[in-house]
């Protein structure tokens, strides 16, 4: 009995049907069903292994699914490789940033990417102003773009993988976890540009495991538990209590009693 | 957090002050890793200088040294970068042998069948020949490591082993010589030169080469609106550089052919000028240099050194750049093959025996990290100085062979212990 969206009419911008994921007999992914509208955010959620990330990166092409099928724009997609998923105007912030740190900011957001001048060499300098141009916009404090990454702070960092995503014109972004590492001052810019970006007909998945982090931000919230879908629900029909019952005891909204609710805050 | 903002203000008293040791590396930008190793190459060179009696720094000897650079100078270029993504390459001095041998064979047996000795297309021949197959070869290796997923060390280790071997077979053991005439031209030695007057013009076109490359880096800081340096510190920089290298050409041009050589070519006093080999090297040093910070491939090849999994996730063919980085490396070895058989004017299968170290060890102490992700070209090349001055040194004093061992065995644990000193405290 999974909440239905109001936006079941239009074509879904990213549907993942049936995706399937296992390590060696563990199932990390296990019959998931998952979409995306434009200018939507989802809210991707559940604990510590229940697969979401695995999921996820069966979209970017970090991982190839064992079985199921992308659908991008209503059309069947072929995604192997991170290549695959840019060709499709993917792009991916991991938890990890994967950013290399001996390299300065421009090279990490330009990575596999380069602008080049005519000759085929790096054009460096057009890839410095692009990035301070695009800094100037999502972080103006950080300046000292020329430095490796490893010398930069964690909000720092999170800068430069976001401009990365958001420099190719993304049309699907994938976050996972993009506020983890963050104080609040950062959080909170990371959250305007979500809301920006949304406003601009980006669809977002937004990956925690933790319901604070993107109950607010989220349109709708898809629960995941050990390798299931638990259920995908919209925000405003729901409280963060029952989405808490949805992550921890895999109960549908209406189905935990008001005592299995209350032991949540135990 | 203390992420210092460029152009805080610096309080006002300091720039009434008289520049710094310090404040004048920061305002010029250089390298103070390179400039810790010219320190080292100085010391070094002074010790031996004083140790020897005043032989060291004399032109001759110094001309043999740039000869005898070359090789380990043009293989570690390209060891920074197989190091840089991570990987190594123990093979290389095998690789000399077989590679070597099998040029030598080409133009001292196989080839002179049909075309007699020293006909003008031999030494292409082997030449070429020799360059695939040091791309084929180390391409061979980049594979297993890139797609089969051996560990470099164990693939390259194999290769040492397998490369010695087949150069022995290939000639059973035997001596190859003579050399082709023109080939030996690649060696150096004193018909291997361009003479006094072309040294010049070779200097004076670097020197039009810095200013020109002083004067465009400015011209780019204003067009982007960056921080320019004084004026007269980008006038001394050049003035600096174009001082040392046309010094350089000035006090080499002083190392005369032999009379009897010199007699040949009209007699009088002719310098030897610059040596093939050595411009060979520079040649090697500018192009990996471009190759390393200028291209996409050394991009990647940094990018998978400071992070494979971020670079795969970019997108970047990272297994294709892992086999690009061997095979180049192939190459490298190839040209200094060709330089060690024209300079002996012939082939043994001991060729090489040993270099692989000297190789890592000068891309080690020119500041490449074995963690992978970060070394330079120019760092490679006097670090490959800075190993050969030392040899060069101890042969010149009369250190027993056992004992030139143990010293370069030190300083290189040495350098590298300072370094890892420095750069802790550095972060």
């Known amino acids: 009995m999974t909440v239905t969206s109001e936006t079941t009419d239009r074509v879904p911008l990213v549907e993942m049907r049936d995706i399937r994921v296992a390590f060696g007999g563990v199932h990390a992914v296990d019959g998931v069903n998952i979409d995306l509208y434009r200018g939507e955010v989802v809210g991707l959620v559940g604990g510590n292994g229940a697969g979401k990330t695995t999921l996820i990166k069966a979209l970017s092409g970090a991982h190839k699914a064992d079985s199921g099928e992308i659908y991008i724009n209503g059309t069947r997609a072929t995604i192997e490789t991170p290549r695959d998923a840019k060709q499709y105007a993917i792009e991916t912030i991991y938890q990890t940033l994967a950013l290399a740190e001996n390299i300065d900011a421009p090279s990490n957001m330009f990575l596999g990417r380069e602008l080049q001048s005519r000759w085929r060499t790096l054009d460096n300098r057009a890839m410095e102003n692009a990035a301070r141009r695009l800094m100037g916009r999502l972080n103006p404090q950080f300046q000292n773009l020329m430095v490796p990454v490893s010398s930069l702070s964690g ?54 495991h933790d319901i604070h982090g993107v109950f607010d931000l989220s349109d709708r919230i898809s629960v995941m538990l050990q390798g299931k879908l638990v259920g995908t629900v919209n925000k405003s029909e729901v409280t963060k209590d029952e989405v808490l019952a949805m992550i921890i005891m895999g109960k549908l909204p209406g189905t935990a009693t008001r005592t299995e609710l209350a032991d949540l805050h135990r | 957090m203390t992420d210092a903002l460029p152009g805080s203000p610096e309080p006002p008293e300091a720039a009434k002050r008289l520049p710094s040791l310090s404040s004048l590396v920061r305002v010029t930008e250089m390298d103070t890793r390179l400039l810790g190793m010219l320190g080292a190459l100085l010391v070094i060179w002074v010790g031996f200088h004083i140790w020897s009696g005043g032989t060291f720094l004399t032109p001759r000897n110094l001309w043999n040294l740039s000869v005898q650079t070359a090789a380990v100078a043009i293989m570690a270029t390209g060891m920074v970068l197989v190091i840089v993504s991570r990987n190594i390459d123990l093979s290389v001095g095998s690789m000399l042998a077989v590679i070597g041998m ?36 180390g391409a061979f290796q980049g594979v297993i490591v890139a797609y089969v997923g051996v560990p470099s060390f164990i693939v390259t280790l194999g290769g040492l082993l397998v490369w010695r071997g087949l150069a022995w077979a290939m000639a059973s053991g035997r001596t190859i010589a003579p050399m082709d005439s023109t080939f030996q031209l690649l060696g150096g030695g004193s018909r291997g030169n361009i003479g006094g007057f072309w040294s010049w013009i070779v200097g004076v076109i670097v020197c039009i080469g810095i200013a020109a490359l002083l004067s465009n880096g400015r011209r780019q800081r204003r067009k982007f609106g960056l921080g320019l340096r004084p004026l007269w510190l980008e006038i001394s920089l050049g003035a600096v550089g174009c001082g040392v290298v046309l010094g350089t050409v000035a006090y080499l041009n002083r190392y005369l052919l032999p009379v009897r050589v010199a007699a040949e070519r009209g007699g009088g006093n002719i310098p030897f000028g610059l040596a093939n080999p050595v411009l060979l090297t520079v040649a090697v040093t500018l192009l990996m240099t471009f190759i390393a910070t200028r291209i996409r491939f050394g991009r990647y090849v940094f990018a998978i050194g400071g992070n494979p999994e971020a670079a795969e996730l970019a997108g970047i063919k990272t297994r294709a750049t892992i086999v690009k980085t061997f095979a180049l490396m192939g190459i490298l070895v190839a040209i200094s093959a060709a330089v060690v058989v024209a300079r002996l004017n012939a082939a043994v299968s001991g060729l090489g025996m040993g270099t692989e170290l000297y ?9 490449t990290s074995l963690q992978g992700g970060i070394g330079t070209i120019q760092g490679a090349v006097l670090g490959a100085l800075v190993m050969q001055s030392l040899q060069s040194g101890m042969v010149l004093v009369g250190v027993d062979a056992p004992l030139q061992d143990v010293a370069a065995g030190v300083v290189l644990v040495l350098a590298v212990a300072i370094d890892s000193f420095f750069r802790r405290r550095a972060t």
């Open chain 2, 102 to 137: 099998a040029m030598a064979m080409l133009q001292a047996e196989i080839l002179p069948r049909w075309f007699g000795f020293d006909h003008p297309m031999t030494w292409i021949i082997a030449l070429v020949a020799g360059l695939v197959m040091g791309a084929l070869l």
């Open chain 1, 155 to 208: 909000g720092q960092r999170q800068s430069v993988a976001i401009a990365r995503a958001v420099h190719f014109n993304a049309k699907i972004m994938i976050m996972d976890e993009p506020t983890a590492a963050l104080g609040p001052a950062e959080t909170s810019q990371v959250t305007s540009l979500i809301q920006q970006l949304k406003a601009e007909g980006i669809g977002i998945f937004l990956i925690s």
């Open chain 2, 359 to 367: 190789v890592i060890a000068a891309a080690v102490i020119g500041g």
